[in-house]
């Protein structure tokens, strides 16, 4: 397939990249032009990257996918498709869904659940929602990029909300690790045998392994995925649930959190430094 591709960021880069060994044509586009080296077809401007079969959005939020939006709209064929697969509001995802079809344009939203490593290895699994005739063409792309599809219906902002879901239980997850490596660190207990304890008993999923790991070594640099992308994700949440009347006060909390760590300078951090607080909290040093 021709694909366009717009957002080379640390999961951007890496997908694009799978694309192109699974034998797609793929032109790229990056605001920053040196995340494009290495990539034998480079778009001048979004516009330029959306004139092929599919056109492919990872960009960091709702400003930025938005702006990218209206210059594919100009410049996608009838027919084509754009596939975002950024961690986005459910609302813009709607409102992109009504204007590609408007446009006489596919709309796909595909948000991904995986940390750059996994990118990498092309081993995301993939949240996809939106016409089914679409979900079939989109197919291909999401085999080369991830290791399973899950298929949510027709309606694609439903990706979004199960993404902006699967963040939240994320971040309530390294919220409590925190606490806990905080309360046993104190009482004076290894965190890396506590780590282990945990991840071979009770607790032995993937997230609890991965960012149990962090915060046990207090490894937040270099961060795959940075404090203020976890702000926004849980704003997102908070404003999505809210739209439904649901609430969700563990997500308040988490939200305080992360603001508290920007202001302590922590905006570089990987968003596992919630570790960093709940030890500060606790009157612990730096291990």
Known sequence: MKIGFVGLGNMGSAMARNLVKAGHIVMVYNRTRARTEGFASVAGTPAEAGTGEIVITMLADDQAIGDAAQSLLKAMRPGAIHISMSTI????????QQAHAQAGQGYVAAPVLGRPEAAAAAKLFILAAGPADALATCRPIFEALGQRTFLLGDNPSAANIVKLSCNFLLAAAIESLAEAFAWTRKAGIDPQVYLDLLTTTVFTAPVYKTYGRLIAE??????????????????LALAAAESSNVPLPMASLIHDHMVGALALGFENLDWSALGRIAALRAGLPPL
């Open 89 to 96: 509001s459910p609302a813009l995802s709607e409102r992109m």
């Open 218 to 235: 207090e490894a937040y640099t270099p961060a795959g995925f940075k404090m203020p992308l976890g702000l926004k994700d849980v704003r």
